[in-house]
């Protein structure tokens, strides 16, 4: 079992910036993959960014430029810092765990926090 504790959410205005924190805790695989997803209202859940143990991070297309995502092995932790805020980017954000356990794929999720961005 796999713990995830997001926080760093709220309000921010247009072109403003805020960081998101995930602190895992658990069995945490040394090879798992550290992703941030969102779910704006009315829409599916979407892939933000993942990033790998290695460091190897992507980015969803509305995103590229304006958020950054990085982890700290030691201390269990991956950040989403997200600039030049726009409306659009208003979603609960989620912290998400992927990894093999016993040879299954387990997906572990935070319970979210909510993202407003607005004027």
């Known amino acids: 079992q796999v713990q995830l504790i997001e926080s760093g959410g709220g309000l921010a205005q247009p072109g403003g910036s805020m960081r998101l924190s995930c602190l895992t805790s658990g069995r945490t695989g040394s090879d798992n993959v550290m992703a941030w997803y969102r779910q704006a209202p009315g829409k599916q859940r979407e892939l933000v960014a993942p990033?790998?143990?290695?460091?190897?991070?992507e980015f969803t297309d509305s995103v590229k430029g304006r958020f950054t995502i990085s982890s700290d092995n030691a201390k269990n932790t991956v950040y989403l810092q997200m600039n030049s805020l726009k409306p659009e980017d208003t979603a609960v954000y989620y912290c998400?765990?992927?990894?093999?356990?016993?040879?299954?794929?387990?997906?572990?999720w935070g319970q979210g926090t909510q993202v407003t961005v607005s004027s």
């Open positions: 998400n765990v992927g990894q093999y356990e016993f040879g299954r794929w387990y997906d572990y």
């Open positions: 990033i790998t143990r290695s460091g190897r991070t």
